[in-house]
């Protein structure tokens, strides 16, 4: 097994309570470099908690996150994403009023050098930066396939593509671990297809490591390399897709003990 | 600083503090239900007033039966201010129904500068009212104690009506969870007339009260003891009664007591409000008795 | 194509403003007093527009304190610009405190002054303040501008307590007000288009999506804050000079509504909103004075009726809440695209 040091994440012990509430408890995870993971639950199992949790929207009450050998416990969000961790979101959050383009490029701004200082005087390091933010924005727009779109709102397109310029918009901040949250959600079945080929895609081209929440056992099954299931905060199975997908413990959890009797 | 000299303070301060509490309680209310500021509550409490004043002297109508007038007349049209500037904006953004509240607020107060004139009036008050009373070395007027008696009775009344009657039980729903709430059949709008009108009546009865004390009548007299009441209101706990009552009183007496121990800072007494506004603000924004709401990430 | 279509929009600005400045001078030499302090008080009423846009329309801060930054912009110039000895005639409650008794600069630097000084003011009220969120915002904000009101009365040795400073030398000609405007207009122009102003508009729209993109939010929220209360600081400076007396009875929260509604008239989000939203309103305050005062039509005498123009203005702004609360532009911007757009459809239909 690898060491501490070659773990792009790591959770340790993480349990996140709300006053009485216990959302996730002993959550420890082990993320090596370049492969896709799968978290998965029934609704309300503490999987996007655990998201909130490694961004830096929560801070766990118990336990530790460390990143790539850096503790991240505690950091707020733009920090983490810093360092390197980008997501998306369960309900999709653009920006409605900017267009297509401008969504991306905002990903984009983390990593500019030059400030608004540099806007004002007219810097031409300021243009060279922005001309090529809005380069780089194009091409991850041509690479999610909504080039053409560039220019209109991003609230007037379609959910599918919506949820497409949403990850452009992460790969903007130029990550090297990625969490999506329900990628799938509201996709027929040719664009699930083309979903999961696209993140085998990006992984490869922009060397990323995956982690993703889904409820749509395709894609789960169909990319993820590692899962875990949680379910009332607890990890309740890990293991490789054909070990979950027997697991009983999982099949009652989603499905019931009565299931699980009768079957 | 004598004992009775501490005594006429403390007692001026209750009836101030009762004021504020009485409008700090519609500003809490109408928060607590529609997440609103509703920046035109300080106009209805002026409009109290006027409406007393006009009852009496245009309409000739005997005292008691002004000031029964007035409170009916002034909730209805703190009913009428929500029907019409407020319910069209429900499904909008928060910020254009306050930006309404705040329009319908200057638009109340230059109304009534149009329609009263901005000249303030003097106030007839009742006889047995003002004749100062002696109890030792205090003065006092009798106004002094019933403010504070008829404030709380009101209190009562109202408290009465949140936790122990129907519209209030679909009040206190609706602060919870207004989707809900009209999904399980309450009914929303009324329950939210009802809101308005009986904070409006609270308020109409503080400016009477506000008036009798402070007999001047001027158009935008709801100003500051609005602003004042609305940072009560918020200071102990928007969306609270018992946290706008707290609120209320403190803030009476910390603007009565603070000045007759250091007559020095009377120029700053309109201050206060705002010291304990950035005091709140800072420390603990949701109040002494509020809830923290957190936003779903 | 970016390139040639830049070179356009820098030759059709630089004619626009050529045609601005002959406008000015021409109307300079022939206009009456009056309409020449309408004009004045149009450059000081956008500067503020697009001040308080910056703010609230494009990052979404709802703040309601800008009435306070004016103050501080105008008491600061005033006292750089009245003379040592003005003041000493001028302060008869009470002295005025060293320095502010024999400080004295030029006009330009004056102004740039009560920028500078709102703006520190907005940074060190910006901190506590911009980590709360919406209503609690606006009424923090509110608060803080009352302090200041508050301080302004009741501090004689620096302010002149409530009676405040008459005699301010009138330096804010139709120049000074249209080249500052010009200045509140580049920089926030500039802004706004960059990528910096791209995540002032993120914050605005969804701030926790801002914040996961690595926005530092809280760093943005502040440096808007104290960019936009510097030209709220400038507007402030400019209308001392303008009005030559300045009280702080002049700087209660109807200051701030009245730049409110012409941002929210003008569409919240919008330059051009706030451009043409400042040149309607402006007008329209002054045009309703007519309501006020009294009319004799033949032998029929209407007397004045005061309060009704706060009334119209307040109605005015009901409406436009109630019924099209994007105002007249929405987040929309006339470019030259736009504007030369219409005369191609002109001459290609019919």
């Known amino acids: 097994m690898s060491t501490s040091q070659d773990l792009v994440l790591e959770t340790r012990n993480v349990t996140m309570r709300f006053g009485g509430l216990t959302a996730v408890s002993d959550f420890n995870i082990q993320i090596e470099q370049g492969r896709i993971y799968g978290l998965i639950g029934p609704n309300g199992a503490g999987k996007t908690t655990c998201f909130n949790m490694i961004t830096g929207f929560y801070t766990p009450t118990e336990g530790s996150i460390v990143y790539k050998g850096i503790d991240i416990t505690g950091l707020p969000p733009h920090k983490v994403c810093h360092l390197g961790i980008a997501r998306t979101f369960q309900n999709i959050r653009l920006f409605s009023n900017e267009t297509v383009l401008q969504n991306v490029m905002i990903g984009g701004h983390l990593r500019q050098k030059t400030t608004w200082w540099h806007a004002l005087l007219n810097l031409p390091s300021y243009f060279g930066e922005e001309k090529a933010i809005r380069h780089k924005a194009l091409a991850l727009l041509d690479a999610v396939g909504l080039k053409d779109h560039a220019s209109e709102k991003a609230d007037s397109l379609p959910y599918g593509a919506q949820r497409r310029l949403e990850i452009a918009r992460a790969l903007a901040t130029e990550p090297s671990f990625l969490l999506l949250d329900e990628p799938a959600a509201g996709m027929n079945p040719q664009e699930t297809q083309e979903l999961m080929g696209f993140i085998k895609n990006i992984r490869e081209q922009f060397d990323l490591t995956i982690l993703l929440i889904e409820h749509d056992m395709k894609v789960v099954m169909g990319i993820c390399e590692h899962i875990w299931v949680l379910d009332y905060g607890v990890t309740i199975a890990k293991g490789s897709p054909k070990e979950i997908q027997s697991n009983p413990k999982v099949i009652e959890a989603y499905l019931g003990e009565e299931y699980v009797q009768n079957a | 600083m004598s004992l009775s000299m501490f005594v006429q303070h403390f007692l001026n301060a209750l009836t101030l503090g009762s004021l504020y509490a009485l409008i700090a309680i519609g500003y809490t209310m109408v928060y607590g239900i529609l997440r609103l500021i509703n920046f035109a509550h300080g106009e209805i409490f002026m409009l109290g007033a006027y409406f007393v004043f006009w009852g009496v002297t245009l309409l000739h109508l005997p005292w008691f039966m002004a000031v029964v007038v007035s409170i009916i007349v002034t909730s209805f049209a703190g ?44 106030v007839q008050r009742p006889e047995w009212l003002v004749n100062v009373i002696v109890l030792g070395k205090v003065r006092l007027l009798p106004l002094t104690l019933v403010v504070p008696v008829l404030s709380f009775v009101l209190m009562l009344a109202l408290l009465f009506v949140v936790y122990k009657t129907k519209p209030g039980l679909g009040m206190r729903a609706i602060s919870k969870d207004i989707e809900t709430s009209r ?81 020095s800072l009377a120029g700053y007494r309109d201050a206060f409000a705002f010291v304990l506004l950035i005091i709140i603000l800072l420390f603990k924004p949701t109040g002494l008795l509020g809830e923290k709401l957190e936003d779903k990430v | ?108 630097v004056a102004v740039f002054a009560g920028g500078l000084m709102a703006a520190l003011f907005g940074l060190l ?72 102003g791209n995540a002032l508009k993120a914050i605005r729209d969804d701030e926790i999506a801002a914040k996961a993109m690595g926005i530092n939010t809280f760093k943005y929220k502040l440096i808007s804050f104290s960019i936009g209360s510097f030209f709220a600081g400038v507007g402030g400076a400019l209308l001392a000079s303008l009005l030559t007396t300045i009280d702080p009875k002049m700087f209660l929260f109807i200051l701030t509504f009245n730049v409110l509604m012409i941002v929210v008239a003008g569409g919240l989000g919008s330059i051009s909103g706030s451009v043409i939203a400042g040149i309607i309103i402006t007008v329209l305050l002054e045009w309703l004075r007519f309501v006020e005062n009294p009319i004799t039509i033949g032998s029929f005498y209407i007397p004045g009726i005061p ?23 929405g987040m929309r911007e006339i470019t030259w695209d736009t504007i030369l757009g219409v005369f191609r459809k002109r001459g290609g239909g019919a």
Request: aromatic content about 12%.
């Open chain 3, 125 to 196: 009220i910006g901190l506590p303040v911009l980590r709360l969120g919406g209503d609690y915002l606006g009424i923090a904000t509110l608060g803080f501008a009352e302090i200041i009101r508050v301080l302004a009365n009741n501090l004689p040795r620096v302010t002149n307590g409530a009676l405040g400073f008459k005699g301010i030398p009138g330096y804010a000609n139709i120049w000074w007000n249209y080249g500052w405007c010009f200045v509140t207009l580049y920089v926030i122009v500039r802004l706004v288009n960059s990528n910096f």
């Open chain 2, 79 to 122: 009913i009428m201010v929500d029907r019409v500037a407020y319910r069209p904006l429900r499904d909008a953004p928060r910020i254009s129904a306050l930006i309404s509240s705040i329009g319908v607020s200057f638009f109340l107060q230059n109304f009534a500068i149009v329609v009263f004139s901005a000249i303030p009036r003097e």
């Open chain 2, 183 to 263: 999904l399980m059949g309450v009914p929303v709008n009324k329950v939210i007339a009802l809101t308005f009108g009986m904070g409006s009546a609270l308020a109409a009865a503080s400016g009477i009260m506000w008036a009798l004390r402070y007999p001047q009548l001027q158009p935008v007299m709801g100003v500051i003891p609005g602003f004042k009441a609305f940072i009560a209101a918020v200071f102990g706990g928007i969306g609270s009664i018992q946290g706008a009552v707290i609120g209320g009183l403190i803030l009476g007496f910390m603007e009565i007591m603070i000045v007759a121990f250091m007559p």
């Open chain 3, 307 to 329: 309060g009704m123009r706060m009334v119209v203005f307040s109605l005015t702004l009901l409406f436009i809440i109630l019924f099209r609360r994007q105002g007249i532009m």
């Open chain 3, 1 to 108: 194509m970016m390139e040639v279509g830049k070179r356009r929009d820098y030759i059709l600005n630089t004619i626009a403003l050529g045609c601005l400045a002959l406008f000015l001078y021409w109307a300079e030499g022939n206009l009456d007093g009056y309409k020449i302090q309408i004009l004045n008080l149009i450059a000081v009423n956008i500067i503020l527009a697009l001040s308080l846009n910056l703010i609230y329309g494009f990052t979404g801060l709802f703040s309601l304190g800008h009435a306070g930054f004016m103050a501080i912009g105008a008491y600061t110039c005033a006292l750089l610009i009245l003379s040592p000895a003005q003041k000493e005639m001028m302060f008869i409650l009470e002295p005025a405190m060293w320095p502010f008794s024999v400080m004295h600069a030029p006009f330009l």
